[in-house]
């Protein structure tokens, strides 16, 4: 018997298995898939830690998460500095004086806003019925067509007419030089990879890989006290309320012949016709220059069963589906939902971090 069988070597599972273990619990971890790690999983390839399942930028506002996660590794200075790029034009991210620069010919924040205002304020009556009136009465139409439009509708797989105005609440505009992406105080990639935090978290815990909990449910259910589930809630119900829907992603790592491809890790194409979001090179999270490199293209891509989900569509009437496996796990006190897919909610890693340790402290007393 188990004290607890963790499902899915994330950072939710792989922190409460750390945790659990560090109280003299009695743990197993269960992965479908062959490595741990989830979907931070870094890959060595040629010396460059390559983000498996796409950039992955630690960032906190909070001290306590950016103190816990430096006991497992060291982070670098790396800070976020995307760029965007549509057709022959480079801007960049997030939107700030250098780009209002380059798309309206001003210097000043004063001329900035003004120009911004001049173009948004066509809009100011509007009440927003979708995703495009709503991003047009935020920032008008130039950011709109040349940085936003394509991208959104590439990533979800629609027109952004068809999409809820809630989707963009704000866009923040920030009238500084300053092209730093987040705003959170604590930023950094691990030196050395992500998977290294979690053979640290893992070590001298009893781990499966290619194994699929789901596969033998019945049994594993039999052989603990109760259920630490990372994977998606409806599958576990085996769809007893209904699918929810998930967006999913395809992953091109290519290893190239020379030293620098792009020169920036993230390069976001906004514009529709080109198929892929981004193009990562990786050797830029870790200030890498010499030798070969490696790039990762990401494609959006509608999810099908068998894919990986991604990114959960949290639209109405997903929620009430939600609602309605949520109040059926309140009553199973066999299982404890956590992390992104089990909760049906896009959680940056900070937030997983701190909703395993917050159920590490209720559950484990
Ligand atoms: C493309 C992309 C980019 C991101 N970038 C950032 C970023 O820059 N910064 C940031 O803070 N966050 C980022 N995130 C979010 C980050 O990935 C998540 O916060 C974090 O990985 C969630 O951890 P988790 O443990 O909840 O889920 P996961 O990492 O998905 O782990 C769940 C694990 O459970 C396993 N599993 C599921 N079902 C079963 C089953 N039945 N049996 C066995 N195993 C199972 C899965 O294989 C998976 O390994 C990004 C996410 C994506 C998709």
Not at 274 to 281: A, C, D, G, K
Request: avoid cysteine.
């Amino acid at each position: 018997m188990y004290d607890y069988i963790i499902v899915g070597a994330g950072f939710f599972g792989s922190i409460f298995a750390y945790e659990a273990n560090k109280r003299g619990k009695k743990v197993l971890v269960l992965e479908k898939r062959n490595h741990i790690g989830g979907n931070a999983y870094t890959k060595k390839i040629e010396n460059i830690h390559v983000h498996y399942y796409g950039a992955h930028i630690f960032h906190t506002k909070d001290e306590e998460i950016w103190k816990y996660i430096n006991q497992f590794t060291k982070l670098n200075h790396y800070i976020n500095s995307p760029i965007a790029r549509y057709k022959n034009e480079v801007y960049n991210l997030p939107f700030n004086m250098n780009t209002f620069s380059k798309l309206f010919n001003v210097f000043t924040p004063k001329e900035a806003l003004e120009a911004v205002e001049k173009e948004r304020s066509i809009y100011k009556d509007i009440e927003p019925q979708n995703l495009e009136e709503q991003a047009l009465k935020l920032v008008g139409k130039t950011i709109y067509e040349k940085l936003i439009k394509g991208y959104t509708e590439k990533q979800w797989g629609t027109k952004a007419t068809n999409l809820p105005a809630f989707i963009i609440k704000r866009l923040p505009l920030r009238f500084t030089y300053d092209n730093n992406y987040f705003n959170d105080p604590y930023q950094g990639i691990p030196e050395n990879g992500y998977t290294e935090i979690f053979e640290k978290l893992l070590k001298g815990i009893e781990v499966r890989l290619n194994t699929d909990f789901l596969a033998n449910k019945e049994m594993y259910l039999k052989q603990t006290n109760k259920v630490i589930y990372t994977g998606t809630i409806d599958q576990y119900y085996d769809y007893i309320f209904g699918k929810l829907q998930y967006r999913s992603l395809r992953f091109d790592h290519q290893l190239l012949n020379m030293e620098n491809f792009q020169g920036n890790a993230v390069i976001n194409y906004t514009e529709y016709e080109i198929p892929y979001t981004r193009i990562i090179e990786h050797k830029h999270f870790y200030f890498q220059i010499e030798g070969k490199t490696v790039i990762t293209y990401e494609y959006p891509k509608t999810y099908v069963d068998g894919d990986d989900p991604y990114y959960s569509v949290n639209n109405n009437e997903n929620m009430k589906v939600y609602e309605k496996y949520k109040e059926h796990a309140k009553n199973d006190n066999k299982v404890i939902f956590g992390g992104r897919l089990g909760s049906y909610k896009y959680y940056n890693m900070d937030q997983v971090i701190k909703e395993a340790l917050n159920l590490a402290t209720k559950e484990l007393k």
